[in-house]
T-cell receptor, first 113, second 112 residues
Framework: DAGVTQSPTHLIKTRGQQVTLRCSPK?????VSWYQQALGQGPQFIFQ???????QRGNFPDRFSGHQFPNYSSELNVNALLLGDSALYLC????????????FGSGTRLTVV | GENVEQHPSTLSVQEGDSAVIKCTYS??????FPWYKQELGKRPQLIID?????GEKKDQRIAVTLNKTAKHFSLHITETQPEDSAVYFC???????????FGRGTSLIVHP
């Protein structure tokens, strides 16, 4: 049973560029949440997708956007990259009902130079 | 919104000792408290969780306690082993949509 898979594992981008990160949820999961984890910090909630809609959003600017596809996979897009966007981006999948218990992916390490 | 404070940021123990990590939360409506372990370069993994209708839960060498009145919860690891070395995160969430707020993490170092 495949867990949560994320791609790519590492990425280097230049300030001002745009990036797309991808996530395939664990089999049987229908909800995808994205987190940003800066070095030495806990994961910070970006947004959550369910039924192809953004259900909740954390305190992140509109430069961060996402999408969920009919097969429950998801993308995170970040526009106009800033140096401060450098972090580990984690995708977590879960089941909406009953709603508890994340399974995290291994993350995408984004470096903005 | 919810705010989760976690202490200490670093904890160094000798193999065989016990380790305790403490967290406090701000939102009295929070009712689910998971703990995650993140080894270097790996994904966070759920190791134990507790709901607000119980005060303590144990799984082998790991236990979690919850004090709803004081709004704090703790992770207890007994008989620590070198493989317990990792960063541990506490989190809190409330019913409805499960969106946990995480603490800043505790780096546990177990010396052989």
């Amino acid at each position: 049973d495949a867990g949560v898979t994320q791609s790519p594992t590492h990425l280097i981008k230049t300030r001002g560029q745009q990036v797309t990160l991808r996530c395939s949820p664990k089999s049987g999961h229908d909800t995808v949440s994205w987190y940003q984890q800066a070095l030495g910090q806990g994961p910070q909630f970006i947004f959550q997708y369910y039924e192809e809609e953004e259900r909740q959003r954390g305190n992140f600017p509109d430069r961060f956007s996402g999408h969920q596809f009919p097969n429950y996979s998801s993308e995170l897009n970040v526009n106009a990259l800033l140096l401060g966007d450098s972090a580990l981006y984690l995708c977590a999948s879960s089941i909406m009902t009953p709603n508890y218990g994340y399974t995290f992916g291994s993350g995408t390490r984004l470096t903005v130079v | 919104g919810e705010n989760v404070e976690q202490h200490p940021s670093t904890l160094s123990v000798q193999e065989g000792d016990s380790a305790v990590i403490k967290c406090t939360y701000s939102d009295s409506a929070s009712n689910y408290f998971p703990w995650y372990k993140q080894e270097l370069g790996k994904r966070p993994q759920l190791i134990i969780d507790i709901r607000s209708n119980v005060g303590e839960k144990k799984d082998q060498r790991i236990a979690v306690t919850l004090n709803k009145t004081a709004k704090h919860f703790s992770l207890h690891i007994t008989e620590t082993q070198p493989e317990d070395s990792a960063v541990y995160f506490c989190a809190a969430s409330k019913g409805g949509s499960y969106i946990p707020t995480f603490g800043r993490g505790t780096s546990l170092i177990v010396h052989p």
